[in-house]
């Protein structure tokens, strides 16, 4: 399973680097989900006989690389699964935008409702019936000549949030064509969005846990990378 690269793992817990264009659970397509890679992983380096238990705990997009985490035990699943609801857990996302926000930093409130048939996120400026309360902050942290660098953190979860708010707001996230953004990039299955830290406290050790997660192999990430380690 040498395509896996693995940021985290004890008894409990195990945290993976999704590659783009993985998906983290099987869907329509047939493609092989990360959920499978994991858990063949787990049988073949622990030798475990039968079933290998793994539980999603949560999911990104497939065209977003970064951190992904699963469960080991149903101890863990279901406090993980508490710790996401109560909001416990503190996700922050890297995002590469063309356009330079007019703000270092601020909150995007939009009012969310995900269209079935077009797999689509539309967002209003106020509430309608059906929508949800999306939110999110961001930051500014870094530039090259062409391309600007978003942290991010959700305050809620809504279907490709930060996609759609941030093309929203006049900065799409570059490749990412279904929000906006004029060309893909010439990887087509991926975006320049990584969910690049997550932090909280460690299920049943009560600890806390920060992980964070390389960008992926394009020239771009790495040189915010760099810049941002320097």
């Known amino acids: 399973m040498s395509e896996l690269e693995i940021l985290y793992e004890d008894n409990h817990i195990i945290a993976v680097n999704k590659r783009s264009g993985d998906i983290v659970q099987a869907d ?11 858990k063949e992983y787990i049988k073949q380096q622990y030798n475990k006989p039968g079933e290998v238990f793994l539980g999603v705990v949560h999911r990104i997009d497939r065209p977003v690389s970064g951190i992904v985490l699963f469960a080991r035990t149903s ?3 279901t406090r993980l ?4 609801k109560t909001k416990a857990i503190t996700k922050t996302y890297w995002a590469v935008v063309k356009n330079k926000p007019n703000l270092t930093e601020a909150t995007l409130v939009h009012y969310h409702i995900k269209d079935e048939k077009s797999r689509k996120a539309k967002l209003f400026s106020k509430e309608i019936h059906g929508s949800k309360k999306a939110q999110l902050h961001y930051r500014l942290i870094e530039s090259s000549s062409h391309y600007h660098l978003l942290e991010v953190q959700l305050e809620t979860g809504r279907f490709h949030q930060i996609r759609a708010q941030l093309s929203k707001s006049g900065f799409p996230i570059k490749g990412d064509i279904k929000y906006g953004f004029d060309r893909p990039n010439s990887n087509t299955r991926s975006i320049h969005l990584h969910a690049r830290k997550i932090e909280f406290i460690h299920p049943i050790r009560n600890e806390k846990i920060e992980i964070t997660a390389p960008v992926p192999e394009d020239i771009i990430w790495k040189f915010f990378e760099e810049r941002m380690t320097m």
């Not at 329509?28 to 994991?38: A, H, N, R, Y």
């Open 28 to 38: 329509v397509t047939g493609d092989s989900p990360l959920s499978e890679m994991v």
């Open 75 to 77: 101890k863990a699943l």
């Open 81 to 84: 699964n508490e710790l996401f």
